[in-house]
């Protein structure tokens, strides 16, 4: 009896060292933890890209494909929604050979900022793999709100 409570203790201790080594059982970073030096306000970015001359960045919706099919912001590309590993695979392959000096920015806009499961990690991500210009489109409560309604450029479709 006191062999097999030892080896639960010694399971249950096992287990939780390897789930707190492994970064896909922890929680994802929230958006509020992006430095806001990091952040671009949504009329900031609707300037730069309405620019002729600008040298644009890259944008990448990091969020769902239902929002992104309903609008998007024109010339930005879906990667999928770095909640799920998927999408973190797909924005992995998408800057892979990309210079880590390479301008990004990243939004997604599904609900709102304090809520949203997909910024936080998709920029934590990007820092990781050595991107140092990656900046993050606030959106205080989502895309049609802080986007659409106020007139900036989109569109529709996949």
């Not at 201790?13 to 509020?32: F, I, Q, R, T, Y």
């Not at 929002?67 to 770095?82: D, F, M, N, R, T």
């Not at 991107?131 to 989109?154: Q, R, S």
Request: glycine fraction near 8%.
């Amino acid at each position: 009896m006191k062999f097999q409570v030892n080896i639960r203790l010694a399971l249950i201790a096992l287990w939780v060292m390897v789930g707190a080594c492994n970064p896909v059982l922890a929680d994802p970073p929230p958006a509020s933890s992006i430095p806001r030096t990091n952040l671009i306000q949504p009329a900031d970015l609707a300037a730069l890209i309405g620019r002729v001359t600008a040298r644009k960045p890259l944008i990448l919706q990091v969020g769902f494909r239902t929002l992104y099919a309903q609008a998007h912001i024109p010339g930005s590309e879906y990667v999928g929604a770095a909640s799920e590993d998927e999408g973190l695979r797909s924005l992995h392959d998408r800057v892979a050979m990309l210079p880590k000096d390479s301008a990004i920015v990243i939004y997604c806009g599904c609900c709102p900022w304090s809520r949203c499961p997909n910024v936080g990690r998709a920029f934590a991500e990007l820092r990781g793999l050595g991107f140092n210009k990656v900046k993050v489109l606030y959106i205080a409560e989502d895309f049609g709100t802080d986007w659409v309604n106020k007139g900036y450029p989109v569109t529709k479709g996949s």
